[in-house]
């Protein structure tokens, strides 16, 4: 018993020294900006996706939701390093509400081992797609209905749908990037849990 005990333990630190590498890495997303074109290159959307594929549906919505927390109560972890409730009003929080969703969707595509690689393309597809799917309509309302600023379309081309493509393109290479290392992933869990599993008779 207490050897399992001890693999629950192990187990347990390891999920949430999980769960806090991508709200670290969110946190850090949301505050790098790489000049390119015709957007500058950013990460949130990326990391979510990988959250998911690589922690699973679970951990995956678990730590967005935590950073996204994190953030609503004052912890300096948004763009800018800024947090606090009214975030909720800026036209860009929808997407930190769709980090989440992203996660969910990607983890849950990707559930089973020995998937092929087009499962983890479509997971990524599919996750992007979600994040855009909430974070557009969350800008426009935000925009005509609490800022009533003009030229909506505009901005919602300019704010939103250009970076679609970039942000397609770095999903993709997250899906290539989680077929590599989430079989290792799992497999070094696997030896964990089996690590103690012979000695559950003799508990």
Not at 147 to 159: C, I, R
Request: proline share 5%; aromatic share 14%; glycine share 8%.
């Amino acid at each position: 018993m207490e050897k399992t005990k001890k693999i629950s333990a192990k187990l347990i630190a390891a999920d949430i020294a999980e769960c806090a590498l991508f709200v670290a890495l969110m946190t850090a997303g949301a505050n790098i900006s790489i000049p390119f074109f015709p957007v500058p290159l950013t990460f949130q959307t990326v990391l979510s996706v990988l959250a998911g594929l690589l922690l699973g549906w679970k951990k995956g919505a678990i730590s967005m939701a935590v950073y996204c927390v994190a953030g609503l109560i004052g912890i300096p972890v948004f763009t800018g390093l800024g947090g606090g409730i009214a975030y909720v009003l800026k036209p860009t929080f929808g997407y930190v509400l769709g980090f989440i969703l992203s996660a969910l969707v990607a983890g849950l595509l990707v559930r089973k081992d020995g998937l092929p690689f087009w499962r983890y393309m479509v997971a990524a597809v599919a996750a992007f797609i979600v994040n855009y799917a909430v974070g557009v309509p969350y800008f426009a309302l935000v925009w005509q209905f609490y800022l009533h600023s003009p030229d909506l379309w505009k901005y919602v081309v300019e704010f939103n749908l250009l970076y679609m493509p970039k942000d397609l393109a770095l999903c993709l290479l997250a899906a290539v990037l989680a077929w590599q290392v989430l079989p290792h992933i799992r497999r070094g869990r696997n030896k964990l849990k089996q690590t103690y599993a012979p000695n559950k008779q003799e508990d």
